[in-house]
């Protein structure tokens, strides 16, 4: 049964610290995406990468956020410096870019606080 | 750009009751749609889809949605629901990619629905 793996869990830090989310897509599916999920503001698209290139990156504050796919079975999603309202699930999901369809496959998520 | 509106955030119904989540969407191009459901703590799975052909579409589980393109709607339903399907359920859009390529989901902001015995 294939499915999308995160790691870790669920991650507390303080304040400052670096935070690193990774993400094993799918075999074969070939794009990534990366949500965040909050209370107040929903699912949120922070990055979504195609073939390992990042496609858009619009969603991510962009001076303490990096998204990256070092190999097609890795994807990370970095906050350096943390904050408090970084505190969210986050999401990674993957699809296939065959069909006409945009299904995408949801991993368990990270759940994110920092304190 | 798409939109997608989901008008209650929450519903509480009781066990066997029938259940109406509702969807509305915006957009200026055809579109796909889709319902996901999340249960506690877990990610989103795909409930159901629309793509072509027949608009209404049905689930494994019992839930069905019907695409009416003149109200821009996408309303989920269920006759008789179970204390099982508590989760939140969230609709989404996408604009139909005659290339083929793989785009992105917009979401609504999720209806939490409670059944309770």
């Known amino acids: 049964d294939a499915r999308v793996t995160q790691t870790p869990r669920h991650k507390v830090t303080e304040m400052g610290q670096e935070v690193t989310m990774r993400c094993q897509p799918i075999?074969?599916?070939?794009?990534v995406f990366w949500y965040r999920q909050t209370m107040m503001q929903g699912l949120e698209l922070l990055a979504y990468f195609r073939n390992r290139a990042p496609l858009d990156d619009s969603g991510m504050p962009k001076d303490r956020f990096s998204a990256e796919m070092p190999d097609a079975t890795l994807a990370t999603l970095k906050i350096q410096p943390s904050e408090p309202r970084d505190s969210a699930v986050y999401f990674c999901?993957?699809?296939?870019?065959?069909?006409?369809?945009?299904?995408?496959?949801f991993g368990p998520g990270t759940r994110l606080t920092v304190l | 750009a798409q939109s997608v509106t989901q008008l209650d955030s929450q519903v509480p119904v009781f066990e066997e009751a029938p259940v109406e989540l509702r969807c509305n969407y915006s957009?200026?191009?055809?579109?796909?749609l889709f319902w996901y459901v999340q249960y506690p703590n877990q990610g989103l799975q795909l409930l159901l889809k629309?793509?072509?052909?027949?608009?209404l579409v049905k689930s494994i589980n019992g839930f069905e949605a019907e695409f009416n393109k003149s109200q821009t709607s996408f309303h989920l339903r269920k006759p008789s629901v179970h204390i099982s399907d508590t989760a939140e359920y969230f609709c989404a859009v996408t604009s139909m990619n005659y290339g083929g390529s793989q785009g992105n989901l917009i979401f609504g902001k999720g209806t939490k629905l409670s059944v309770k015995p």
């Open positions: 629309y793509l072509s052909g027949s608009t």
């Open positions: 957009s200026s191009v055809s579109v796909y």
């Open positions: 999901a993957s699809g296939p870019t065959t069909g006409t369809y945009n299904e995408q496959f």
């Open positions: 075999l074969g599916h070939n794009t």
